[in-house]
């Protein structure tokens, strides 16, 4: 008997996620003989029952598409009341043999749970923001860190010509991964990142000493989940835009660069402004490493259904595809390597 697969994409949407959705459908019939049902809006789409069937047209065109054709959510079945129970008979109703849930460690959480409540579930990485235990990158953040690289490049120009200092903001929640990446290859003067706290003085110090240089104008990239440190003006708080929780109990984060750029006016003297990248990271089409890692990701995450290898996730290490258990990939964050930081902190000033 054919197998069913079940496919859907939660959290916030990723460059790549289209070129996941393909190699699922792709690889689960052409190679297997399947039937592949797409679930719509994440797991509120397996609560509701907004499924339906995906065909090789379905998928025709979408590779390069930012975005994701499923639609997603941040719905987290456990805070809605019977979330679990209607998925199970979803997934009975549907008559489907496997889940391939694509997400963060929001959605691979949910995905974790129900394969400990019985739902056959394999897990594929995927956030710009790099930080899922177990797998050395996931698709999505080589496009952010181009599009935030790219995004420094321009806004050097106006530094230079305006002999200003330029805090770009960017992603990443609690892990400084674009940051740093960004940072490197855009040349930034400093980069401030979640897992250091911001010394304030010492970041106005660099810049002082680059006037001094006669480099009359600096970058300085700044995560959004960075706090200052202890005692420096925001008593080591992030600063977020909405201390609302959503349902995995996040809150909303944004402001660090216009107060980081506040603070460096006031105490440098040196015109300052900001530039927040926001949702440009997550937009449009994906770099050619984030459609092939998605690409490997769906194929070996429909091999795992076959091989019946359910609680796992699709990974990637070093070179190689690999499965590791969900419970591992969830157990934790996967913050920034102080060894790139430190790279990174050689080219400050
Ligand atoms: O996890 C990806 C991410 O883009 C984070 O970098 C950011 O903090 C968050 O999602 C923003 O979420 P939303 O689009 O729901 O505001």
């Known amino acids: 008997m054919s197998v069913r697969i079940g496919i859907l994409t939660g959290g916030g949407d990723c460059p790549g996620l289209n070129a996941v959705i393909r190699a699922v459908v792709r690889t689960t019939i052409q190679v297997h003989g399947g039937r592949v049902f797409g679930i719509r809006k994440g797991w509120s789409g397996l609560i509701s029952g907004e499924v339906q069937e995906m065909l090789l047209h379905t998928v025709s065109g979408i590779l390069p598409k930012g975005g994701t054709i499923l639609g ?14 209607k998925i199970q008979e979803n997934f009975k109703d549907f008559r489907l043999d496997a889940l391939v849930a694509v997400g963060g460690e929001d959605t691979l959480g949910v995905a974790d749970k129900l394969h400990h409540h019985g739902i056959p579930v394999v897990g594929v990485p995927k956030t710009i923001d790099n930080d899922l235990l177990g797998t ?28 200003r200092v330029i805090v770009v903001e960017v992603m990443g929640r609690h892990a400084g991964w674009i940051a740093v990446h960004a940072g490197i290859a ?68 944004g402001g660090i660069g216009s107060v980081l750029a ?6 440098t003297g040196f015109e300052t402004r900001y530039s927040v990248l926001g949702h440009i990271q997550r937009g449009g089409t994906p770099t050619a490493f984030d459609r092939v890692l998605a690409t490997r990701f769906g194929v070996a995450a429909v091999d795992l259904v076959v091989k019946k290898e359910f609680g796992k996730m699709v990974s990637l290490h070093g070179n190689r595809i690999r499965a590791i258990p969900l419970a591992e990939a969830v157990s934790g964050q996967k913050t920034v390597d102080m060894e790139l930081y430190d790279i990174a902190k050689i080219f400050f000033g």
């Open 72 to 85: 997603t959510s941040r719905t987290n079945p456990f805070k809605v009341p019977e979330g679990l129970s």
């Open 136 to 163: 050395d990158f996931t698709f999505g953040f080589d496009t952010a860190v181009n599009i935030a690289a790219d995004a420094i490049d321009r806004l050097h120009t106006t530094a230079e010509s305006h002999n």
């Open 186 to 253: 855009g040349g930034a003067d400093v980069v401030l990142i979640p897992e250091v706290p911001i010394d304030v003085g010492e970041v106005c110090e660099v810049i002082r000493q680059r006037h001094k240089k006669g480099k009359d104008f600096s970058i300085v990239v700044v995560a959004e989940g960075a706090k200052f440190m202890e005692g420096s003006g925001a008593n080591g708080e992030m600063i977020v835009q909405d201390e609302k929780l959503d349902a995995f109990g996040h809150v909303r984060l």
């Open 262 to 267: 506040q603070v460096i006016e006031k105490r």
